[in-house]
């Protein structure tokens, strides 16, 4: 039995603050420049190479660092009055920098499908939301952390296609594993923490939104990857790939 009175202990307090223009810029602007040194050390590949590069380190860095926040003293879903800490402000805008770089790049060279820019406007607006909350940070990066763990499958799916690895045992392997991840964490999972989300009653009314927001944009890709898989592997491939950087 967890003691009700034990609280994560707070963090010092920084002199950059984390949820300002000012950090968020800092963020973004090391992303692009990431993606301009991606640029010049691999000129033989093209802009979306050095693009899902970049997103298959965000993906890492965020899963690692975000189901982390998974496991502290309680389950965070069930302690939405947690203070939110710097370490979390931090992922949180690591994260956001990310998103917005991404959303750029792909209004700029219009590589992803309307959904996906929807769910990249949709990270940035509830990334920015949760970094102006004094709480909620742990259920949030723990969130974010949990959606980002089946990408870096994606990216590699995609990398083996591109170097030739199409069709291979190997290619179909990490295929089919991405789906099953993004099944596991984003339906099953999902589906347990709105539950516990919409049920808690500290959680505050815009907090419910955003989860059932990303709940319903999990089930938009689900849906498509489920007819690419029954397409592909139940009917014999004619329909179009996963093309999109991430889900």
């Known amino acids: 039995m967890v003691n009700e009175d034990v609280a994560v202990p707070e963090e010092t307090e920084f002199t950059l603050k984390y949820n300002s223009w000012y950090a968020i810029t800092i963020s973004t602007i090391i ?50 009055e947690w203070r939110t800490t710097n370490s979390q402000r931090f992922l949180m ?16 060279y219009q590589r992803d499908s309307k959904l996906m820019l929807a769910h990249h406007l949709y990270s940035v607006c509830a990334l920015r939301r949760m970094l102006y909350k004094n709480n909620s940070g742990a259920q949030a990066t723990c969130a974010l952390g949990s959606m980002e763990i089946s990408n870096p499958m994606l990216q590699i799916r995609w990398f083996l296609r591109s170097e030739g690895y199409y069709p291979s ?57 489920t007819k690419y ?16 950087k991430g889900t």
Not at 208 to 220: C, D, G, K, N, Q
Request: with cysteine; hydrophobic share 50%.
């Open 31 to 80: 992303w692009a420049a990431s993606y301009q040194l991606l640029r010049a050390t691999l000129p033989s590949k093209n802009r979306e190479y050095c693009c899902r590069v970049l997103s298959f380190l965000h993906g890492i860095i965020t899963a690692f660092v975000g189901i982390n926040q998974c496991f502290l003293i309680d389950t965070p879903f069930e302690h939405p």
């Open 93 to 108: 805008v690591c994260s956001l920098g990310y998103f917005i770089h991404d959303l750029v790049w792909c209004f700029v």
């Open 169 to 225: 045992n190997l290619y179909t392997s990490v295929e089919i594993t991405f789906m099953i991840i993004f099944f596991l964490v984003r339906i099953v999972l999902g589906t347990y923490f709105l539950i516990v989300i919409a049920f808690q009653p500290k959680n505050d009314w815009d907090f419910r939104v955003l989860a059932v927001t990303i709940y319903a944009m999990s089930w938009m890709f689900m849906i498509n990857i």
């Open 229 to 244: 898989f029954v397409t592909k592997y139940g009917l014999g491939y004619k329909g179009n790939d996963i093309q999109n």
